[in-house]
């Protein structure tokens, strides 16, 4: 099975609570398998079974309370 990874800029996050949040809301979208975010550069890379729906990262992101943009 090949797996699929999707970079996005975060805007926003600021500590380890920013991090723990988007993980939290992202995880919970169908074929996530992985996720690293770092708010110390603003990136979040998702790995996934399939091709994420970029609105759906953004949706998950901004439950979260941050934005973000395909990078």
């Known amino acids: ?41 603003g990136r979040l890379t998702v790995t996934a079974e399939q091709p994420i729906d970029d609105a759906a990262v953004i949706a998950a992101v901004d439950e979260a309370g941050y934005e973000a943009a395909r990078s």
């Open 1 to 41: 099975m090949s797996t699929t990874t999707t970079e996005y800029q975060v805007t926003g996050m600021s500590c380890g609570h920013c991090e723990s949040a988007v993980r939290e809301e992202v995880s919970a979208i169908p074929g996530v398998t992985g996720i690293d975010v770092s708010a110390a550069t």
